[in-house]
């Protein structure tokens, strides 16, 4: 059952394509995320209603109807396994995958001194993520920089080659930062 009851309007996991086991849902109150710290709070219909552990509304629940739960316990992975190209990445491309998801497009110099990887392994691994179509680059438009995100800068100078992540390679990200758990 796709989100064991979870309504359209409620938390946030229904954009991000999550699903729960049976008989969990998400609280819409403080809308849960993978890797949030959690915790059950069983319901009178017989469901446990996962709200993040620091969720005020925690406070007024009898403390017996609370359980200890974890991500890996609710979350219903089995339908995404990702393809054969997978094993090509290691933890640099990861995190070259993160910083896009995080700070959107960006370019492979700004991604290198971030990231403190030099200017041509950044190169290399854009054209390797891009060829694995885990990024794509975006067209020749003015974007306008979100503030701290290029120091002094906010129009996009029109000779870099800019990126952003795919859903495919947000799909990766996700099963990356799932399989490798507090590791990450």
Known sequence: ?????????????FDK???????YRAARC????????????????NLIVVHRASCENLQKIKSERLITINWM???DREEYRPGRDYHQLDQVDFRIL????????????????????????????????R?????????????????KVVHNKWIKHRNHTYY??????EKYLEFYVWEEGERW
């Open 73 to 75: 316990d609710i979350l």
């Open 30 to 45: 403080c809308a849960p995320e993978p890797h949030d710290a959690v915790t059950g709070y069983h319901s009178y219909n």
């Open 131 to 147: 060829d694995l179509k885990l990024l794509k680059r975006v067209e020749k438009v003015m974007i306008q920089y979100r503030k």
């Open 164 to 169: 952003q992540i795919t859903p495919k390679g």
């Open 98 to 129: 993160q910083h896009h998801k995080d700070m959107g497009i960006d370019y492979s110099r700004m991604v290198a001194r971030i990231l403190n990887l030099t200017s041509e392994q950044s190169f290399e691994r854009h054209k390797k993520l």
């Open 17 to 23: 394509g999550l699903r729960l086991k049976e008989g």
């Open 1 to 13: 059952m796709y989100y064991s009851g979870i309504r359209e309007g409620d938390a946030c996991m």
